[in-house]
């Protein structure tokens, strides 16, 4: 299994970016997928995360701001950020998980992308 994350680049505060993740090897609709980030000196968290039957969780930190969504046709997730604050820079990263629910902890993950950079400056 391949995930593919991209879309990750600098961005100016109260700006958006979109992540996308594109897997291969495995189709990810009978996966839970998510969304986590490591950002300088800190932990990988948890960001945003669906299940296969298409549930969503949010971390407190980006409810209300993030978006995640999954497109199984393309076999695809996305992240949509809007109103970027500079505590949002990290390396993103999306991973695939085998459960029935929300996966919201790393080591619950089977699958990880090799991340992508956000940077939102003030």
């Known amino acids: 299994v391949q995930l593919q994350a991209s879309g990750g680049g600098l961005v100016q505060a109260g700006g958006s970016l979109r992540l996308s993740c594109a897997a291969s090897?495995?189709?990810?609709?009978?996966?839970?997928m998510g969304w986590f980030r490591q950002a300088p000196g800190k932990e990988r968290e948890f960001v945003a995360g669906?299940?296969?039957?298409?549930?969503?969780l949010y971390a407190d930190s980006v409810k209300g701001r993030f978006t995640i969504s999954r497109d199984n046709a393309k076999n695809t997730v996305y992240l949509q950020m809007n109103s970027l604050k500079p505590e949002d820079t990290a390396v993103y990263y999306c991973?695939?998980?085998?459960?029935?629910?929300?996966?919201?902890?790393?080591?619950?993950?089977?699958?990880w992308g090799k991340g992508t950079l956000v940077t939102v400056s003030s």
């Open positions: 669906i299940s296969w039957s298409e549930n969503i």
């Open positions: 991973a695939m998980g085998v459960g029935s629910g929300v996966i919201t902890i790393t080591y619950g993950m089977d699958y």
């Open positions: 090897g495995r189709a990810i609709s009978s996966y839970a």
